[in-house]
C-alpha cells in the first residue's frame, strides 16, 4: 500500500510548490522574494516582488514590506496607512465650489443613478441583522426564473385595477378604486423642519486618492462614523404627499415627495399626484426622477409622468415580487409585440433582450390625446432597464452596478427628458448633486461603502468589454503588433489585475484557521474567505461545517460553481457532505486525487463512510463516469456526473482543444441538471480557475453577445484572489475564446 505524506509549501508562497525542491513555482505572497520566499522585503521596498519603494512621506523611510503601511506615523501634513493622503478639504456652499474640482460633472450621472438605486433598496431595511444569501451576492432565483415568476403573476393581472380586452386584441386598463395595501415602513423616523449643518460641507476626495481613502475608512470605522452623520426624517415640506386625498398613491403610509422638488402632473383633472422627485445633476437640473415602483392605482400616472416630462430611459431596480409580497405593478406589455391601453396611452412592447445583469425592454407608447389634438400619430420609443442582480440581503458587486451604468449611458435615446430611476419606493430630494449625496443616503452602512468603491471602479478601471463579432479581429490585431511583450495588451490588462487583486485581512479566513480545520487545507495559504465557503449541514458529530471550498456564482443559477482542492484522506467524507448538501450534480475533476484518498472505487465495490454509500455506475468512456451517492439515514439516492482530463494532468496550460471539449460537454451536461458544479483540482485554484473563467466567459457571450476576460477574471478572483496568479493564463483565455469563435459554438445545436 502506498501511504500519502502530506508536504508543505513555504508560508508566503503564492500558490503550489515543487513539493520536492520546496520552490514556489507562481512566486511570493507581497513582501516575500526568495526562491523558497523566506526573504522579506528590504528597508524602503515593499509589495509583490518588493519592486514597490516606501513612501517618503513615511517618518521612517522604511515601511511594512508587505503592504507599504509606515509603521512609525506621517511627517507632518500627510496622512493614510501609507502617508499619501494629503490633505483633506472643506468646502462651503457659500464659496460656489462643488465635488466638480475633484470629481467631474458627468460623473455626477452615475453618482445620482447609485445613489437613487441604494436609497431604495437600503432605506427602510430593518436594522436587525440580515441573514446572508446561501450564495452571498447572488440573488436564489436566476434571470430566467424572475422572469417566468414575474409572467405567471401576469395571468392574473394584478397590476391593474381592472383589465379587459378591446376589440383590437390589447389589454386596456380602467382606473377603479384599489384595496393595494399601503406598507408602513420598517425604520419609522419622526419627521421634523430643521436645519442639516452638515449640508455646508462635505470631505473632496480627490480621484488618485480615492483607492487610499476608501482603504483608511474601512481601517478606522470611517464610513461607520460618516453613515451616522447623515440626517435623518425629512426636512422639507411634503404637504401634497401626506394630503389624505393621496394617501392611496403612496406606496409606504410614510414616505412622501418633497413641495419643492416634487412632479406636479398637468392636464390632469382629477389630481396633479405623484410620489416623485426631481433630481438635479452636477451640471444639469432636472436630470433625474426619483419615484416609487408604480401601483395598480398609478399606472396611469406614471406613464403620464413619462409622457409630460419627455422621459426616453426608465432604471428599474425592485423585482415585481419578492416572496409572496407584490412590490411593483407590471406598467409594460408583457411579451413582444402586445399591446396594453392604459387610459388615453397605448403601450407596445417592441423588443425585449435579457442580459447577465438586467433585461433591456424597448417600449412605444402612443397618445391617443395628442394625435386627436394635434391631427397626427405621436409616438415616442421608451427605454426601459431592469436591473436583476440585485441580492435578497445586502448590496449588489460595485463592479455590476458600474458595468450596469455603462450600458444604460450606452443606449441612444431620441427623447431630452430626465431619466426616471424607480425601485419599490421613492426618496425625497433636493437641489444639486452634493445636497443629494447628504440627503438621499439614508443606507444601511455597507450600501454606504458600496457608492465609494462604484465610484472608484468607474474612476480607475476602463470599459474593457469588446463585442463578439469584433473580437477575433482585435485579438488578432493584438498578436501582430511589434511590441514588446511588457507593453501587449494581454500583459497591460493582467498588470492591472494585479492592483486590483484582493488583499484580504487574515480574519477574513477565521473559520479556515481554526484548531480543527488548519490540517484541511493542502496549500496552506490558499484558504476559504469566510463570506464565500459553502457551509457543510448534514456533517457527523466528529466533523465540523468546514471545507476548503468557495462558492463562486455565474450570470445564472445553472453556472454557479464550488471549487474545492483533491481532498486529503481525512477530508473525502467532507466532499461528499458538501456534493450532497448543496446538491451539486455534475464534478469536474481537473487533476488525479491522492492515492490514500480515492473518491470512488472500481465498480464492484461501493466507499462507505458515515452516512454515505458512494458506487461507480458506469462509465461512458475514459474521461466521463456516474457516480452513485447514496445517504443512508435519508434513504437518498443521487446520480453525479463525473467530468475527468486524462489529457491534462501536468500543471502546464493544455491546448485550447482540450478545455474547449471538456467545456462543451460540461454546457451540455449542466443544461438537463440543477444546482452548482463542483471543480477540483490539486490546490483548489490552479486549474479550478482557468476553467471557471472560461466557462463564465462562454456563459456571458452567449447571454450578452460581447467578451469581457478582464471582468470575469476580475469577478472570480473576489472570491479566491488566487486564481490566474501567471500571465500566461490570462493570455491563454484570449486565445481560447478566439478559437471558440472562429470555429464552432458550444451553445449551437444543444
Same mark, same amino acid.
Given at each position: ?21 520546496? $520552490? ?22 515593499? &509589495? ?139 425604520? $419609522? ?39 451616522? =452623520? ?10 401634497? &404627499?401626506?394630503? !389624505? ?38 451640471? %444639469?437640473? %432636472? ?12 399606472? $396611469? ?20 415580487? !419578492? ?169 497591460? !490588462?493582467?498588470?492591472?489585475? !494585479? ?18 480545520? =488548519? ?164 490546490? &483548489? ?26 471582468? =470575469?477574471?476580475?469577478? =472570480? ?7 490566474? %496568479? ?25
Amino acid at each position: 500500500m502506498v501511504h500519502f505524506v502530506k508536504r508543505t509549501c513555504p508560508a508566503k508562497c503564492q500558490g503550489p510548490c515543487d513539493l520536492d525542491t520546496g $520552490r514556489c513555482i507562481f512566486g511570493c505572497s507581497n513582501g516575500w522574494i526568495g526562491e523558497k520566499c523566506v526573504q522579506a522585503c528590504s528597508s524602503g521596498f515593499y &509589495g509583490s516582488g518588493c519592486l514597490q519603494n516606501c513612501s517618503l512621506n513615511c517618518v521612517n523611510p522604511s515601511c511594512h514590506h508587505t503592504n507599504g503601511e509606515c509603521i512609525d506615523g506621517c511627517n507632518s501634513g500627510w496622512k493614510g496607512f501609507n502617508c499619501t493622503q494629503g490633505f483633506v478639504s472643506v468646502r462651503s456652499e457659500l464659496q460656489g465650489e462643488y465635488y466638480g474640482t475633484a470629481i467631474g460633472g458627468g460623473i455626477g450621472a452615475m453618482i445620482a443613478v447609485i445613489l437613487i438605486m441604494f436609497a431604495g433598496f437600503g432605506i427602510y431595511k430593518d436594522n436587525k441583522k440580515l441573514t446572508k444569501d446561501k450564495y452571498s451576492d447572488q440573488s436564489k432565483s436566476s434571470l430566467r426564473s424572475t422572469l417566468n415568476r414575474n409572467r405567471e403573476s401576469n395571468h392574473v393581472h394584478e397590476y391593474v385595477n381592472a383589465a379587459i380586452t378591446s376589440d383590437t386584441g390589447a389589454r386596456t386598463v380602467r382606473l377603479e378604486a384599489t384595496t393595494e395595501e399601503t406598507e408602513l415602513l420598517h425604520e $419609522r423616523d419622526t419627521f421634523e423642519h430643521r436645519q442639516i449643518p452638515i449640508e455646508n460641507s462635505v470631505n473632496k476626495i480627490h480621484i488618485e486618492k480615492m483607492k487610499e481613502a476608501i482603504i483608511e475608512k474601512q481601517k478606522d470605522e470611517g464610513f461607520e462614523k460618516e453613515y451616522q =452623520i447623515l440626517p435623518k426624517g425629512l426636512i422639507h415640506a411634503h404637504v401634497e &404627499g401626506s394630503n !389624505e386625498v393621496n394617501k392611496d398613491k403612496n406606496r409606504f403610509r410614510d414616505l412622501w415627495p418633497y413641495d419643492h422638488s416634487r412632479i406636479v402632473l398637468k392636464g390632469n383633472k382629477k389630481t396633479d399626484y405623484i410620489n416623485a422627485n426631481y433630481i438635479n445633476n452636477y451640471d %444639469k437640473e %432636472k436630470a433625474y426622477i426619483a419615484t416609487q415602483g408604480p401601483k395598480r392605482n398609478t399606472v $396611469r400616472d406614471f406613464w403620464h409622468m413619462i409622457w409630460q416630462e419627455d422621459v426616453g430611459k426608465i432604471v428599474m431596480v425592485t423585482q415585481l415580487k !419578492e416572496g409572496r409580497r407584490n412590490k411593483c405593478v407590471q406598467y409594460w406589455p408583457d411579451v413582444v409585440n402586445e399591446q396594453m391601453v392604459v387610459d388615453n396611452y397605448r403601450l407596445t412592447l417592441t423588443k425585449e433582450k435579457e442580459h447577465t445583469l438586467y433585461v433591456y425592454r424597448l417600449i412605444t407608447i402612443f397618445n391617443h390625446n395628442d394625435t386627436v389634438m394635434n391631427n397626427n400619430r405621436t409616438e415616442r420609443k421608451v427605454h426601459q432597464f431592469h436591473f436583476t442582480q440585485w441580492p435578497d440581503h445586502g448590496v449588489p458587486d460595485s463592479i455590476k452596478l458600474v458595468h450596469f451604468y455603462r450600458n444604460v449611458q450606452s443606449e441612444h435615446c431620441d427623447q431630452n427628458g430626465p431619466m426616471v430611476v424607480h425601485c419599490r419606493c421613492v426618496i425625497p430630494s433636493n437641489s444639486y448633486l452634493a445636497k443629494c449625496f447628504l440627503k438621499l443616503i439614508r443606507m444601511l452602512q455597507e450600501q454606504y461603502a458600496t457608492v465609494f468603491e462604484a465610484l472608484l471602479e468607474l474612476f480607475t478601471v476602463p470599459n474593457t468589454s469588446i463585442k463578439k463579432g469584433v473580437f477575433c479581429k482585435y485579438v488578432g490585431d493584438q498578436e501582430c503588433m511589434t511590441l514588446p511583450k511588457n507593453r501587449k495588451m494581454f500583459k497591460l !490588462e493582467f498588470q492591472r489585475l !494585479e492592483t486590483l487583486r484582493p488583499a484580504y485581512h487574515e480574519s477574513k479566513f477565521s473559520a479556515a484557521k481554526l484548531k480543527e480545520n =488548519i490540517s484541511k487545507s493542502w496549500v496552506e495559504n490558499i484558504l476559504p474567505h469566510d463570506n464565500f465557503r459553502p457551509y457543510l449541514m448534514s456533517y457527523g458529530r466528529a466533523r465540523t461545517d468546514y471545507i476548503n471550498a468557495v462558492i463562486i456564482p455565474g450570470h445564472r443559477e445553472e453556472s454557479t460553481f464550488l471549487v474545492t482542492q483533491c481532498p486529503l484522506k481525512d477530508t473525502v467524507v467532507d466532499f461528499w457532505t458538501m456534493i450532497y448538501d448543496h446538491n451539486s450534480r455534475i464534478i469536474v475533476l481537473l487533476d488525479q486525487v491522492f492515492k490514500n484518498a480515492q473518491l470512488w472505487l472500481e465498480r464492484s465495490e461501493s466507499l462507505e463512510f458515515d452516512n454515505f454509500r458512494i458506487t461507480q455506475e458506469g462509465m461512458s468512456n475514459k474521461d466521463e463516469l456516474k457516480i452513485s451517492l447514496f445517504h443512508k439515514k435519508q434513504h437518498d439516492k443521487r446520480i453525479t456526473q463525473v467530468f475527468k482530463t486524462s489529457d491534462w494532468q501536468s500543471p502546464t496550460i493544455p491546448s485550447t482543444r482540450i478545455i474547449l471539449d471538456l467545456l462543451k460537454s460540461v454546457v451540455i451536461c449542466s443544461k438537463s441538471q440543477n444546482g452548482p458544479i463542483t471543480v477540483v483540482c490539486r490546490d &483548489g485554484c490552479t486549474k479550478s480557475g482557468l476553467f471557471v473563467a472560461l466557462y463564465h466567459i462562454l456563459d456571458k457571450i452567449n447571454i450578452d453577445e460581447e467578451v469581457d476576460i478582464f471582468q =470575469i477574471v476580475r469577478s =472570480i478572483q473576489t472570491r479566491r484572489p488566487e486564481f490566474l %496568479k501567471m500571465c500566461d493564463q490570462y493570455e491563454y483565455c484570449y486565445r481560447c475564446i478566439k478559437e471558440y469563435l472562429e470555429g464552432e459554438s458550444l451553445y449551437a445545436n444543444t
